[in-house]
């Protein structure tokens, strides 16, 4: 007859191969917990971008407005409208 061979079993090699399988659990999940976490944030910094981008059309068509509303021409229209005259001999120029 023949004598079982009863391997022996240490102490905290049960706890050690349930914390190998919550590791090999947890791997995975945290990976894809981090690739939606990093989608979400590109999601946004896209939406970001396009909302300065935006911003910069609406900017850049203010300062055009200004640039024509500032013209010599428009100062001279808006003077006249109002009863001014134009008198180039009362225009100091400064210069830095």
Known sequence: MKKK?????YRGE??????I??????FPVSIVFSKA???ET???LEQMRSKIAEQEGINESLSMQVDELASLDKIQEVATSKGMTYNNNNIKNINE
């Open 42 to 44: 590109n999601i946004t």
């Open 14 to 19: 049960k706890m050690l191969y349930v914390l």
């Open 5 to 9: 061979v009863v391997k022996k079993r």
């Open 37 to 39: 976490v990093l989608s």
């Open 21 to 26: 399988g919550i590791a090999l659990f947890l």
